[in-house]
């Protein structure tokens, strides 16, 4: 291949893809089961190919023994792993988010096979899952995944020992963040949820004769579907810019 490339140009070049095809599985949207292999690939290949002459002399000379340079693809890989499902596991707020609205508005039976979950979730869930995928694309945040990419270079230099306490420390975080955000974004129809109930409650305490289950759940669902679809908007809103601060912090103080 000396005709072609340099060793140490092959080299830089897999090493780059390692990460960046790692993340690229894992991304949100681009890295889904629906979106053909093919595509994934080949758009891991051209970032790699963008990347590679500007990282590159950070990745030092080729290693001598092949232990090293597994290890240095098995590195690269965990990288790119903990980027992309810090990235995916930040999804998880909003199918949160859709939970607690299901429960609250009685539609919890209402499943449906979600295309960013291994398993059928609420019809709710599903929704603000998919309106979060197209919330990144209108917004043109997933600009930011390329920026991020090349920003871990500077979180995660190459040939540096992986800081495996940071990286668990940063996906307990992430985790407790994006619960904290779903309860927060439910938080309109919980406190509905909690004061109708209340108010049903209190009813059927001074009609015991009354149907207060007949005429209570329309209601719940009529009026917590309402207050859910007033505050959709303000909802994505706040979602997106949690996600941008998320995308931001990988890009290495840019």
Same mark, same amino acid.
Do not use: C
């Given at each position: ?8 140009? @092959?080299?830089?070049?897999? #090493? ?7 993340? #690229?599985?894992?991304? !949100? ?6 979106? !053909? ?12 190919? #963008? ?5 590159? !002399? /950070?990745?030092?000379?080729? !290693? ?40 609250? &508005? ?11 979950? /291994?398993?059928?979730? &609420? ?5 603000? =899952? ?36 940071? /990286? ?31 108010? =049903?409650?209190? @009813? ?15 209601? /719940? ?34």
């Amino acid at each position: 291949m000396e005709d072609y490339a340099t060793s140490r140009e @092959v080299f830089v070049a897999g #090493m780059v893809f390692a990460r960046v095809g790692a993340i #690229m599985m894992l991304l !949100p949207g681009i890295g889904e089961q629906a979106v !053909p292999a093919r595509v994934r690939l080949g758009l891991a290949l051209l970032i790699s190919l #963008m990347l590679f002459p500007i990282v590159g !002399p /950070a990745l030092g000379a080729v !290693p001598a023994g092949m232990t090293a340079l597994f290890s240095g693809i098995i590195k690269e890989l965990l990288i790119g792993l903990l980027i992309g499902g810090m990235l995916k596991l930040f999804f998880s707020s909003l199918a949160v988010a859709g939970e607690i609205v299901s429960l609250q &508005t009685t539609l919890g039976f209402s499943q449906t096979a979600s295309p960013m979950e /291994a398993q059928p979730t &609420t019809s709710l869930s599903t929704f603000l =899952t998919l309106m979060g995928v197209t919330l990144v694309f209108a917004t043109n945040l997933h600009h930011l995944f390329i920026q991020a990419i090349f920003g871990s270079y500077t979180l995660f230099e190459p040939g540096e020992r992986l800081p495996l306490g940071d /990286a668990a420390s940063l996906a307990i975080q992430t985790v407790s963040r994006s619960f904290a955000l779903g309860l927060q974004l439910a938080a309109p129809v919980l406190v509905f949820a909690i004061v109708f109930n209340i108010a =049903t409650g209190l @009813v059927g305490r001074l009609m015991p004769q009354f149907q207060v289950f007949f005429v209570a759940s329309p209601l /719940a669902v009529i009026f917590g579907l309402s207050i859910f679809a007033l505050s959709l908007g303000m909802l994505g809103l706040i979602w997106i810019e949690r996600y941008r601060d998320l995308a931001g912090a990988f890009m290495g103080g840019r």
